[in-house]
Structures are given as C-alpha cells and as structure tokens.
C-alpha cells in the first residue's frame, strides 16, 4: 500500500486528464492528421505483388564417354552459354511485344472506389473490342457505369462524347470505333464505376521488359526461374504464363 501510494504521488492522474480535457483541441487535431494521413496513403498508395514461376530449358548436350573427352570438351561451356542465350530470347522485345499485345495489356481497366481505385483484369462485365492501331488512343481514358444488361453511361472522357451507349454499340473515340461487349457472367446486381486507360504497346512492352527477372533457379541449373512485378497479381500470373 505505501508503493502504491507512492506511485499515485509520483503520478497524479487527475492532473493529467485535466490537461487532456483543458488542451482537447489538441488531442482532436492529431486525430484529425492522422485519419487524413491513413486515408491518403490507403487512397493513393499502390500495391506491388511479386509472382514467380519456372521453366526448364531444353538443353542439346553430348554425353561424354571418357573421362578424356569430359575434361577437353565444351559441353560446359556450350551449356551454360545455351542458358544465357535462352534467357535473352524470354527478354527479348518481340516475345514481350506478341505476349503484351495477345493478352491486351495495351487497355488497363480499373474499378472506382469511395476511397481507392484498383485494377482489375480478368474479371469485368465487359471487354473492349478494337480492331485498330491502339497507339492512336494512348493517353486517352475514359469513366463509365452500368445502367443495365443493355446500356451503360460514359461519364468522362476527353475525346468521347459523353451519353448513354449500347453494348456492341461502335463509339468513336479519335477517329477510332471501338465496341464494349458486355459480360453477362461477372455483371452484379450493384456494378460499381469503371475507369478505362489506353496505353501505348511499346511503353507497356518496356515496362514488362524492365520488371522481368530471369536468374537459374539454382547454380549450373537448367532451370530457369522468372519473377516480374506488377500492380495486378492476376495480370502478373497471366503474363508468365
């Protein structure tokens, strides 16, 4: 009892929530910092995921017969050089480009949050169909909503008039007619707004390009691993695969 006591002499509790209560203004400021900190950084901040994957290189080696011949020959050498050789092809710019292109990472499609807005791939109520040259729309982005299984309304696009459409309806943008297709299958009862995004292949290409790594899974190994990141697991996993 006498520590006890002590302590509560040491501390006074009833002068610190006097000071709290007095000073309040305060104590609501810092709240307020804070909740405006946390909500930018959960608005604003990306996700970054990494995926990985393997492949085993189909190597063309002899098989020595002699001690002799295993220590004079290339195969080593050859070995290890059809490895670097194999890791330029899966970098090199025109399997990327074909990859990118057949896949249409050239349009990003991003789903309109109260507080954040993510990108999503493989799960839309609809896709984009454009058969021309999409170099001509990069840079150009669009806002739409869901109205029904029929229509859906564009809210803002700078080079698209803005209005109710039709899904398979041709919409011009630049100069270039493209069709959104409806998806039955990932439509919902409360489909939220949708931000589209055109890029340019090439940029998208050196992009990937970049964020490939291709290392030997282990040392002297035929087996190569393949890391890439992205915003986008799911766009991630399909570009590796």
């Known amino acids: 009892m006498v520590k006890r006591k002590q302590v509560d002499e040491i501390f006074d509790y009833k002068l610190f929530f006097l000071k709290i ?11 307020v910092i804070s909740f405006t900190i946390a909500f930018g950084v959960n608005r604003y901040s990306k996700e970054v995921f990494k995926v990985s994957t393997t492949i085993l290189t189909k190597e063309k080696t002899s098989v020595a017969t002699s001690a002799a011949e295993m220590l004079y020959s290339n195969s080593f050498r050859e070995n290890k050089t059809g490895i ?23 349009i990003s499609y991003f789903v309109v949050g109260n507080i954040k807005t993510s990108e999503t ?67 919902t009862s409360k489909s939220p707004k949708f931000l589209i995004e055109f890029h340019n292949l090439s940029s998208v290409v050196k992009k990937y390009k970049k964020n490939l790594v291709i290392k030997p899974l282990e040392r002297e190994s ?3 691993k393949l890391s890439i990141y992205d915003s986008d697991q799911r766009k991630a996993v399909t570009f590796l695969n």
Do not use: M
């Open 21 to 31: 209560v007095n000073n309040w203004y305060y104590l609501l400021l810092c709240l």
């Open 121 to 187: 791939f493989d799960d839309l109520p609809f896709k984009i169909i454009n058969n021309s040259n999409t170099s001509i729309l990069a840079g150009e982005s669009i806002f739409l909503e869901i109205l029904d299984e029929n229509s859906f309304r564009i809210l803002d696009g700078e080079n698209v008039e803005e209005g109710t459409y039709l899904f398979n309806e041709e919409i011009i943008i630049k100069s270039v007619p493209i069709k959104i297709v409806l998806i039955s299958d990932n439509l």
């Open 222 to 224: 035929d087996i190569l």
């Open 84 to 106: 670097k050789d194999e890791v330029h092809i899966l970098r090199s710019y025109p399997l990327i480009y074909e990859t990118v292109q057949e896949i249409g990472f050239d």
